[in-house]
């Protein structure tokens, strides 16, 4: 059964600041994987996806992810932080075939001043 | 943006009450999905409709029941409702079977008292 972990519940980063935020997933086959972002009482929005080839993804809003298959991982970054960021930010996990996904549990990002 | 819209926004109901969610889907897409995110989780799929069927079903009793419709929109209906219902239903529309990128909804917050 597929599965993604998010380990971090929360996450505080000051403003302009870096940020990575990690996701592990479990898959038996070759994973679509992408990180959605919830701001309070909204949808979800698509940062990225990653499908096949550059292991290294841009998304919306300057973040990006990295597909590390050896680690099972797809971890997202942000070189520097704003204020809008803040925001729940979700990994998730599909197939082909399915067009389904799985999700972890989500991890919630405050900045600071 | 995302073209995927779903009605209403907000709703209360009293447990063992019925309760029917719709979703219209992005333009020209026929795939519809819908997930269940409870406070503080991430959301998890309840069941897919392709082409009017039924495509696929998480965990979730019958008592959680579909439709699609020609146009390829979508209800969601929940029968004697349970405490445990209340939760953020999201819709999720995609451009084919197997076309994993998923564009969702503003959701649906069901509060059952």
């Known amino acids: 059964a597929q599965s993604v972990t998010q380990p971090d519940i929360h996450i505080t980063v000051s403003e302009g600041a870096s940020l990575e935020l990690r996701c592990n997933y479990s898959?038996?086959?070759?994973?679509?994987l992408f990180w959605y972002v919830q701001s309070p009482g909204q949808g979800l929005q698509l940062l990225l996806k990653?499908?096949?080839?550059?292991?290294l993804v841009q998304g919306i809003k300057g973040f990006e992810a990295e597909f590390k298959r050896s680690q099972s991982s797809f971890n997202l970054r942000k070189p520097s932080v704003h204020w809008s960021d803040a925001a729940e930010y979700f990994c998730?996990?599909?197939?082909?075939?399915?067009?389904?996904?799985?999700f972890g549990k989500g991890t919630m990002l405050l900045v600071s001043p | 943006e995302t073209g995927v819209t779903q009605s209403p926004t907000h709703l209360i109901k009293t447990r063992g009450q019925q309760v029917t969610l719709r979703c219209s889907s992005q333009?020209?897409?026929?795939?519809v999905s819908w997930y269940q995110q409870a406070l503080g989780q991430g959301p998890q799929f309840i069941f897919q409709?392709?082409?009017?069927?039924?495509?696929g079903r998480g965990n979730f009793p019958p008592r959680f029941s579909g439709l699609q419709f020609p146009n390829y929109s979508s209800e969601l209906n929940v029968n004697a409702l349970e405490l445990d219902d209340s939760a953020l239903y999201l819709c999720?529309?995609?451009?084919?079977?197997?076309?994993?990128?998923?564009?969702f909804g503003q959701g649906t917050r069901l509060t059952v008292v």
């Open positions: 990653y499908f096949s080839g550059d292991t």
């Open positions: 898959y038996g086959a070759t994973p679509y």
């Open positions: 333009s020209g897409h026929n795939t």
């Open positions: 998730a996990v599909g197939g082909t075939g399915y067009s389904t996904l799985t």
């Open positions: 999720a529309s995609s451009g084919k079977q197997g076309n994993t990128e998923a564009f």
């Open positions: 409709y392709y082409r009017e069927e039924e495509n």
